[in-house]
């Protein structure tokens, strides 16, 4: 079975750093499309930073402060995240797609597999 776990959420306090992380397994990801998304609640699921190959977008939020990397002998993505503030407080997952599929990336119908989410909480 094909899985994606996310960890190294928790709390932090604003202007801190976390790094997330997200394991794949169950088949090779190399030719995989990774991102990272959040959901705050009460809000919609929202992109935050997608890998494809070894290539990183980003979002107004995250650029600047988030950084999206991958390890492909690990089958693993990061998201190191900095300078957080309270509004980056939200659960946070990433998806997987083929890397042959473009554009949408936002669209979370579009990705094949899903982590468990990992929250992320900063306080003030």
């Known amino acids: 079975q094909v899985h994606l776990i996310e960890s190294g959420g928790g709390l932090v306090q604003a202007g801190g750093s976390l790094r997330l992380s997200c394991t794949g397994t169950?088949?090779?990801?190399?030719?995989?499309?990774f991102s990272w998304f959040r959901q705050a609640p009460g809000k919609e699921r929202e992109l935050v930073a997608y890998?494809?190959?070894?290539?990183?977008y980003y979002t107004d939020s995250a650029k600047g402060r988030f950084t999206i990397s991958r390890d492909n002998a690990m089958n693993t993505v990061y998201l190191q995240m900095n300078r957080l503030e309270p509004e980056d407080t939200a659960v946070y997952y990433c998806?997987?797609?083929?890397?042959?599929?473009?554009?949408?990336?936002?669209?979370?119908?579009?990705?094949?597999?899903w982590g468990q989410g990992t929250q992320v909480t900063v306080s003030s």
């Open positions: 998806a997987a797609r083929p890397s042959t599929i473009l554009g949408d990336y936002a669209r979370v119908g579009s990705y094949d597999y």
């Open positions: 169950g088949r090779t990801f190399s030719p995989y499309t």
């Open positions: 890998i494809r190959w070894s290539v990183g």
